[in-house]
């Protein structure tokens, strides 16, 4: 309700609901394509409070992972249970986009990130961009693209939006494809935060091909 209130730039899910190993299928699909060592590096944005990047400490016992959330109390709480851990390869930030990384991530998850539980169910509202806008989706994923080499992969699920809908998609492609079936819960817009209906959203996993047109990454 706090971050409801304080409606802080670039909010898009003010819920912080989360479970640990919610996207078993996803993780498992992520590290047989990338692998694990010392030196990958994970990021998961949006991670709420840590259940998904210490999920993925399962799936990535070496790797160094990264967790991102614009929600102040929910990164104090994940570091609390960082603490009890003892992990000096895993970290949290607070960050409303990736404009603060440096260097380039294996991986990187947005789940549950890109959405508004406002908007759900499907046809309770025609537009969403009293509550989110597909700009700032095509802003913040961009951002994120840039945090990748050319082979590492972006995972966007369960997303009011479509990555495909974005000048971004050119730059990548599908590798891993989820139930594609409309989910009432998860209403899709397009890019003018219009409403479409009985659209689903399979397309989860994506491979960068090629830096984007301007060269910067």
């Keep these: 309700m706090l971050l409801r209130w304080r409606n802080p730039k670039n909010l898009f899910q003010p819920f912080s609901e989360t479970n640990l190993d919610r996207y078993p299928d996803i993780f498992r699909f992520a590290r047989e394509q990338v692998g694990d060592g010392s030196s990958h590096r994970i990021l998961s944005f949006g991670c709420a409070t840590g259940e998904e990047v210490f999920s993925l400490r399962r799936y990535f016992p070496l790797a160094h992972i990264r967790g991102l959330d614009i929600n102040t109390r929910s990164i104090a709480a994940a570091r609390r249970k960082l603490r009890s851990m003892g992990d000096d390869r895993i970290s949290f ?49 961009d951002g994120l693209a840039r945090c990748l080499p050319v082979g590492g992969l972006l995972f966007v699920g369960q997303s009011n939006f479509r990555l495909c809908d974005s000048e971004l998609s050119k730059n990548f492609e599908v590798v891993y494809q989820g139930d594609a079936a409309p989910e009432p819960l998860t209403p899709i817009f397009d890019r003018n935060n219009r409403f479409m209906p009985r659209t689903g959203y399979g397309e989860i996993g994506f491979r960068k091909l090629r830096p984007a047109a301007s060269g910067h990454d």
């Design 93 to 141: 930030d607070v960050a409303a986009s990736a404009a603060g990384e440096t260097g380039r991530y294996n991986a990187i998850f947005c789940m549950a990130v890109f959405r508004h539980g406002g908007l759900g169910p499907s046809g309770r509202n025609c537009r969403c961009d009293h509550l989110i806008r597909f700009d700032a989706f095509e802003r913040t994923l």
